[in-house]
């Protein structure tokens, strides 16, 4: 008979040395990541009076959505862990930067949309480096627990970064508050250094004898085979347009025109959206639900946008809050699921390039939000957001329908429980 293999645990990612590195290191990005999203946003939308401009900068620091493939390509090389030192220590130049313009009272929108440019160019290929590292340092059983984990970072660092980053502006200016983002950016990159890569898989010496561009080809040839990973790209895609301009890129202005509320209640919206993540990270890390892969990310994905139905047409910041929370939650218990499907499909060799091609459909979300700034301006906040949450909850409906046997079918290998 068989073996019983023993219970799961919400510790036992940690029982690797390379993940205790990696999680405070995340964790101190995560936390300077919101923090100067809010700080930034807000600071954009006073300076100009524009939506327009504050849409702008949400859609820069998703810049390198574009260029994520090509990261995936030098990381099945070259390797995550030097990529994420480096990325971390750009990322604390440019604070560094922001910090003395502050203190030189020389911060204008257009600097700020410059330097967001450029380390748009790097983050958005940050969650990928941080998933793909988890997946090849830890073994298979633990990986569900171990992005659970990881997203609790992330979901915690919005709640922290919300408020601090709104608390330290109001309380001592622009240039303490990243002086506060500088010095988490710093931790990381020591922290990063001591992440390890991992066993290499087998076949990246012999991708190394192909030119980047023939490794891309052999990378999109291998998704579009595979209706479980077209899938969930879709789904991806479907959410970065559709419903995270709402949660996040235009949360300074649904604060300040449609709640009427400074950057303290900006904060507290921030942190309500998070907060639902945190919730949701806890429940799938915990080990102590069964969950059905694809049919858990396409129903929490349903359920994200009925939710921003309702909030299209809230106009009380309490139950924006309540709102908002029930969303986080949603997208939690969709995106993770999501994650772990398509990290479970992949062959190692090609775990990279795939993981980098998911964070194109991060580009759903400058392109939701550069539409929905003249949409606004014409229809109104209330319209254009039901418009969004509406089309996103029939389009989700259709997918299910179109890969109903390959995500929806209870026995679908996708559906094994997590």
Request: one cysteine or more.
């Amino acid at each position: 008979m068989a073996e019983t293999p023993p219970a799961m645990h919400w510790r036992d990612p940690f029982r690797v040395r390379s993940f205790r590195f990696q999680w405070p290191a995340d964790l101190a990005t995560s936390w300077a990541f919101e923090m100067e999203s809010i700080v930034l946003g807000w600071f954009i939308l006073v300076e100009s009076g524009s939506v327009m401009m504050l849409v702008v900068f949400g859609s820069l620091q998703y810049l390198g959505s574009l260029v994520s493939p090509l990261f995936g390509v030098v990381g099945d090389r070259l390797g995550y862990r030097r990529m994420l030192y480096l990325s971390r220590a750009l990322y604390a130049a440019l604070a560094a930067s922001f910090m003395l313009l502050a203190w030189l009272q020389a911060l204008t929108p257009l600097i700020v949309l410059c330097m967001a440019a450029l380390a748009g160019l790097v983050r958005p290929s940050d969650m990928m480096m941080r998933n793909a590292l988890i997946a090849q340092t830890l073994p298979p059983r633990h990986l569900l627990g171990a992005l659970g984990i990881s997203r609790i970072t992330s979901d915690s660092a919005r709640i922290a970064g919300a408020l601090a980053g709104a608390g330290v502006v109001a309380w001592l200016g622009m240039t303490w508050a990243f002086a506060l983002i500088t010095a988490l950016y710093t931790l990381s990159f020591v922290l990063s250094r001591g992440v390890s890569d991992g066993p290499a898989p087998a076949a990246a010496k012999d991708a190394q004898r192909l030119s980047p561009v023939r490794d891309l080809q052999l990378a999109f040839g291998y998704v579009w085979t595979r209706p479980v990973l077209m899938a969930a790209m879709a789904l991806a895609f479907l959410v970065n347009l559709l419903a995270f301009p709402f949660s996040l890129g235009l949360l300074p202005y649904v604060a300040k025109n449609i709640y009427l509320t400074d950057q303290t209640g900006l904060g507290w919206l921030g942190a309500s959206f998070a907060f639902g993540g945190l919730v949701g990270s806890v429940v799938l890390s915990s080990h102590r639900f069964a969950f059905r892969a694809a049919q858990t990310m396409v129903l929490a994905g349903a359920v994200w946008f009925a939710v921003d139905v309702l909030l299209a047409f809230s106009t009380h910041l309490g139950v924006g809050m309540a709102l908002l929370w029930m969303a986080g939650l949603a997208q939690s218990l969709s995106m993770t699921p999501l994650a772990a499907v398509m990290l479970r499909v992949t062959e190692p060799a090609y775990r990279g390039r795939v993981m980098g091609m998911r964070m194109l459909a991060i580009w759903g979300l400058p392109l939701g939000l550069l539409l929905s700034g003249p949409l606004i301006d014409r229809w109104g906040y209330a319209a254009t957001a039901g418009t969004y949450s509406a089309l996103g909850l029939l389009l989700t409906g259709a997918m299910a329908v179109y890969w109903r046997g390959h995500i929806w079918d209870a026995k679908a290998p996708a559906n094994a429980p997590l």
